[in-house]
C-alpha cells in the first residue's frame, strides 16, 4: 500500500489521505469490509456492474474507493508514516464509505485469470471522530448539495444504451428542458 497525500477537511474535522494499493491487496485487506455498517448500501444485482467487471478485465483504473475510520482527534496520527502504519494495523476496524458495488464487482473478478492483481485500486482514508459526521459527507459532500433526479438518472443510462438514436425517439434532455435559473 501506499499513501501520498494528506488533507485536512475542516467541515468534518477530520484527515483524507490518498493512497492506492494493487488489486490483490484490496481483495485481501477491503473485501472483508464490505457490509460491516447498517447505513451501507445492499450488494446490487450483478447484471448492473457486467460492463464494469469487462472494463476491469480490460484494466481500466476505477475511480477511488472511501475507506474511513472513526477515530478521535488526539488519537491520530499526523504523517504520512505515521498513517501508514495506522492503517496496516488498524485496517479490520475501517469500513467502506464509498465503493462498495465496485469492490464487489472485483470480487466477483478475483479468480478471473484475466485479471491483473498488480493494477492499482485508489483509495481515499478517511479519519474523523464521528459516523454522523461520515455520514454527512457520503450524503452531502459526495452526491452534491441536489441530487441527481430520477429523470437525469435514466437519462444517464440510457445514454449509454443509445437507446433514443436507436428507436429514433426525439427528447429533450432535462438540461435542455429545465432552464439554468442562478442564484
Known amino acids: 500500500m501506499n499513501v501520498f497525500d494528506l488533507e485536512h477537511d475542516n467541515v468534518i474535522?477530520?484527515?483524507?489521505?490518498?493512497?492506492?494499493?494493487?488489486?490483490?491487496?484490496?481483495l485481501d485487506v477491503l473485501i472483508p469490509l464490505i457490509n460491516k455498517t447498517?447505513?451501507?448500501?445492499?450488494?446490487?444485482?450483478?447484471?448492473?456492474?457486467?460492463?464494469?467487471?469487462?472494463?476491469?478485465?480490460?484494466?481500466?483504473?476505477m475511480p477511488p474507493i472511501t475507506?474511513?475510520?472513526?477515530?478521535?482527534?488526539?488519537?491520530?496520527?499526523?504523517?504520512?508514516?505515521g498513517i501508514k502504519n495506522y492503517i496496516e494495523r488498524h485496517i479490520a476496524e475501517a469500513f467502506v464509505l464509498d465503493g462498495i458495488q465496485r469492490l464487489n464487482t472485483l470480487h466477483r473478478l478475483s479468480d478471473s485469470p484475466t485479471l491483473n492483481r498488480k493494477k492499482k485500486l485508489y483509495i481515499n482514508f478517511i479519519f474523523c471522530d464521528s459516523s454522523d459526521k461520515l455520514l454527512y459527507r457520503m450524503i452531502t459532500l459526495n452526491n452534491g448539495q441536489r441530487p441527481m433526479t430520477p429523470r437525469h438518472q435514466v437519462e444517464a443510462m440510457?445514454?449509454?444504451?443509445?437507446?433514443?438514436?436507436?428507436?429514433?425517439?426525439?427528447?429533450?434532455?432535462?438540461k435542455e428542458h429545465i432552464p439554468y435559473k442562478s442564484t
Open 13 to 26: 474535522s477530520g484527515i483524507v489521505v490518498n493512497g492506492n494499493m494493487p488489486y490483490q491487496e484490496a
Open 67 to 81: 475507506v474511513a475510520f472513526v477515530i478521535q482527534q488526539e488519537d491520530r496520527p499526523h504523517d504520512l508514516d
Open 38 to 61: 447498517e447505513f451501507q448500501r445492499r450488494l446490487q444485482d450483478k447484471r448492473f456492474y457486467e460492463k464494469l467487471e469487462r472494463d476491469i478485465e480490460k484494466g481500466c483504473v
Open 158 to 174: 440510457a445514454a449509454n444504451l443509445n437507446i433514443f438514436d436507436k428507436y429514433h425517439i426525439k427528447y429533450k434532455t432535462e
